[in-house]
């Protein structure tokens, strides 16, 4: 794990480093698991500005693990909105659509821990693919509907479950209760043999935002 003083490993490590909890997300246990963690959720804020500096997001997401390495203690830097409540509220009636429209059951996502970073998908599917449902307003359906691909905000997450999970591909899932029943779930697919030059691009980017995270530390620890 990260800590003040060094830099990262080489993420060459991750294979070695992973392992999969089976554990339920928004639990203590799950926020346990995902303290002083970059989460894949989160890979957008260092990503962003890629082939860039970093910008104040990625500074204030390493400030705020940087916290969490020090204190031990969760971050205050998170929120909840109503996006976020109905998205918790609405992602079991996605899960058993998606379920019914493809003929397969989804298990749980639980929590893949690979040692300075983690990843909470949404579900598991057989061997291979992994699903991100995003429950959003009709207005964001609309536009995933209209383009006929995954929502481009969430590009790096979903390139994030294909790099911590190991999996071949993953599901990006929209769901809106507002439209008929035959186009309230739209789901596309990324493959990961498809996305490998953005998953080594993610990898080195993540390796300079921990450098980040560390160096933001010995600031904290350092001044007098």
Known sequence: MLRCHRKTRNASSRSALMQWHDVQQNTEVWDALRLRKIIASQFNCFMANQGKP???????????????????????????????????????????????????????????????????????????????????????????????????AYKWQLIGHLDCTGRDWVDFVSYCADFSEHRQLISHRLYRKDYEEEINQLQARRKEFLNLVATTCDVIEKVD
């Open 54 to 152: 970093f910008g104040e997001p990625a500074k204030r997401y390493a400030l705020q693990i940087a916290l969490e390495i020090i204190t031990g203690k969760k971050s205050e830097f998170s929120f909840t909105n109503e996006h976020m409540l109905r998205g918790h509220e609405q992602e079991p009636i996605a899960r058993r659509l998606y379920e019914e429209t493809n003929f397969v059951d989804v298990t749980n996502g639980g929590f893949f821990d690979c040692g300075d970073y983690g990843d909470s998908p949404d579900g598991l599917v057989g061997n291979d693919g992994v699903i991100e449902i995003k429950s959003v307003t009709a207005a964001v359906h609309f536009e995933t509907l209209r383009r006929r691909s995954f929502d481009p």
